[in-house]
């Protein structure tokens, strides 16, 4: 089974990024690019955790798994409130990321989005 993203995904993903114009043949290309690598990377992320909850569940082990997904900040003790999956556009891998809210907060204003800049 391809973990890859069909011709009707990609462009239903290409209209959700820009809905009120039209993009240009090279951002297009480029998104497209992006895109093809990953979706794979998310969705092998969430068959591998769908995977560990079943073997979680046969082990008895479901409510300390969970407690455990649930964890706390990536930066401090507090519980997360915000759950980011990182993708490395260039290798595709991706990486869980949990932040409490004011380290979410922190998280949002360090990283000015780079695609909708005016
Ligand atoms: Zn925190």
Same mark, same amino acid.
């Given at each position: 089974?391809? +973990?890859?993203? =069909?011709?009707?995904?990609?462009?239903? $993903? #290409?209209?959700?990024? /820009?809905?009120?114009?039209? #993009?240009?043949? !090279?951002?297009?290309? *480029? $998104?497209?690019?992006?895109? =093809? @690598?990953?979706?794979? %990377?998310?969705? %092998?992320?969430?068959?591998? *955790? /769908? /995977? %560990?909850?079943?073997?979680? %569940?046969? +082990?008895?082990? $479901?409510?300390?798994? &969970?407690?455990?997904?649930?964890? @706390?900040?990536?930066?401090? +003790? *507090?519980?997360?409130? &915000? !759950?980011? =999956?990182?993708?490395?556009?260039?290798?595709?891998?991706? =990486?869980?990321? !949990?932040?409490?809210?004011? !380290? /979410?907060?922190?998280?949002?204003?360090?990283r000015p989005s780079g695609t909708s800049r005016p």
């Amino acid at each position: 089974m391809s +973990d890859e993203p =069909t011709e009707d995904e990609l462009n239903r $993903l #290409l209209r959700a990024v /820009a809905p009120s114009r039209e #993009l240009s043949a !090279h951002e297009s290309r *480029q $998104l497209r690019e992006v895109l =093809t @690598k990953v979706v794979p %990377a998310v969705r %092998a992320v969430m068959r591998k *955790q /769908a /995977a %560990a909850i079943e073997e979680a %569940a046969r +082990d008895g082990k $479901l409510w300390e798994f &969970l407690e455990q997904l649930r964890g @706390k900040c990536a930066k401090c +003790d *507090q519980p997360p409130v &915000l !759950h980011i =999956t990182e993708v490395n556009s260039g290798t595709g891998e991706a =990486t869980n990321i !949990h932040l409490c809210e004011e !380290h /979410a907060r922190e998280y949002r204003d360090d990283r000015p989005s780079g695609t909708s800049r005016p």
